[in-house]
């Protein structure tokens, strides 16, 4: 197990408001003991109000000599593009102890995805340790024994990433999978659950190469926070077009047989992406949204606040409101905009700018190359409500497949009943029968 001490950023002023300072860390009495539980949330409830300064004051000397306040904050900015926008913290809260300190665990979900923190409390209930806890698979950014590592990309912004072979000389037809919403590696990792590292071994096992890259937004985080006018080409259209571009360079991959597979958000962009790149030989929707971005994101902000009971009813009207308030502004949006970020979902006014006006299910119609769309019914970030969209504007057209399993999530991993974000923190693969679907679609084309 590795611990590294981090800060998590999250945005709840946006998400959560208002400014609640906890009581000092109480000392312990002969008539009264610490309640570390309650010191836990107070702890965690000052980094949700976003108060960085009140935060280190919960510090204990030996971890402020370690870090400093300007460092916090620092680390605070650093991960904002990892993380996205705190939304709450969940119930199951432990707290065990060790060598006269109490270690309190907390699941906190952000936006992109549920993160464990860490909080060590001394005797005097003063935070001495602050650790977010990753596995070994989390840190060690797996490979597969097949795998050769590749660079591509712009001169600007190279991207680093893994070409799966299957045995033999080739070529192959390939299939590059492009990761969906937010700064993610080329595992897609999600938790424990690395479902493009799956992909590429199921499929290189049924003679398709696999390419997968690190996200231009995971390798480049803090240069794309800077950066005026950053679009949705940027982060993702580009770069996929840069992708066929190397792979028709290589031997061993058939240049007529390159195949793009898009997750979530890259699959909602797909026609786009279809346009810069004409000579793919066909694509691939992995539960890919139809609807606004704004829409998804709220929708899916109500379904996990039905799911939670950590939270009372006036939290989570709180919670909603904002999220619509942002929403709402996505969708009022102007050139002249002087929204920030933090009231645009974590994106600036040209990300959202660059979405305005865009007809996904009006401009797939004029993509003649073969499509197939897959989705879990128990997918609720992106439900299976949105491949009927997809199907209902495709009606007229026979160059279209779609799949439906009825018991994966979005990951494309099996399970039973409600889908939560605590799912994802149990270790899944997807299930073969996806990739299994996939091979025969590229085999047939």
């Known amino acids: 197990m590795k611990r590294s001490p981090i800060l998590f950023l999250c945005l709840a002023v946006c998400l959560l408001g208002g400014c609640i300072r906890p009581p000092a860390p109480s000392a312990t009495e002969a008539s009264k003991q610490i309640n570390y539980s309650e010191q836990t949330v107070a702890s965690i409830q000052t980094l949700a109000d976003g108060n ?33 926008a705190f939304q709450y913290y969940q119930s199951d809260i432990t707290i065990t102890s060790k060598d006269n300190n109490q270690i309190a665990s907390v699941p906190c979900v952000f936006a992109n995805g549920t993160v464990t923190f860490q909080l060590t409390f001394n005797a005097e209930g003063l935070i001495s340790g602050f650790y977010t806890v990753e596995e070994s698979y989390m840190s060690e950014s797996t490979r597969l024994k097949n795998d050769t590592e590749i660079s591509f990309g712009t001169d600007a912004y190279p991207l680093s990433g893994s070409l799966t072979l299957p045995e033999g000389t080739g070529p192959f037809p390939v299939v590059i999978l492009v990761s969906g919403y937010g700064a993610q590696d080329r595992n897609e990792q999600l938790g424990p659950n690395l479902p493009f590292l799956n992909l590429a071994e199921q499929l290189s096992s049924q003679g398709i190469a696999v390419l997968r890259y690190d996200k231009r937004s995971y390798t480049y985080a803090r240069e794309l926070a800077q950066k005026e006018n950053f679009t949705v080409y940027e982060e993702t259209i580009d770069d996929v077009a840069a992708a066929v571009s190397f792979l028709k360079t290589l031997n061993t991959i058939q240049s007529d047989g390159i195949y793009i597979a898009g997750h979530c958000l890259s699959g909602y962009l797909m026609p786009r992406i279809a346009e810069v790149t004409p000579d793919a ?11 606004p971005l704004e829409d998804i994101l709220l929708d899916e902000t109500v379904y996990i606040l ?44 040209s990300y959202w700018l660059s979405l305005q006006n865009y007809a996904p299910l009006e401009e797939i119609k004029q993509v003649d190359k073969p499509l197939l769309f897959l989705h879990g019914g128990r997918d609720y970030q992106v439900p299976a409500s949105e491949m009927d969209l997809w199907k209902e504007a495709l009606s007229g057209k026979n160059n279209a497949q779609f799949l439906y399993y009825d018991n994966l999530n979005h990951l494309f991993m099996s399970g039973t009943g409600k889908s939560t974000p605590t799912e994802f923190q149990q270790k899944g693969t997807v299930n073969t029968q996806v990739s299994e679907d996939l091979a025969a679609f590229i085999h047939r084309h």
């Open 52 to 84: 960085i300064a009140a935060f280190y004051q919960l510090f204990d000397d030996n971890l402020k000599k370690e870090l400093s306040q300007q460092e916090l904050q620092t680390l605070w900015n650093d991960l904002i593009s990892q993380y996205g």
């Open 281 to 291: 030989a066909g694509y691939i929707f992995l539960a890919a949204s139809a609807r």
């Open 306 to 349: 039905n799911t939670e009971s950590n939270l009372d009813k006036a939290g989570k009207e709180k919670i909603l409101t904002q999220v619509q308030t942002m929403s709402d502004n996505v969708k009022n949006l102007t050139g002249d905009s002087s929204l920030s970020s933090e009231e645009l979902f974590d994106f600036p006014v």
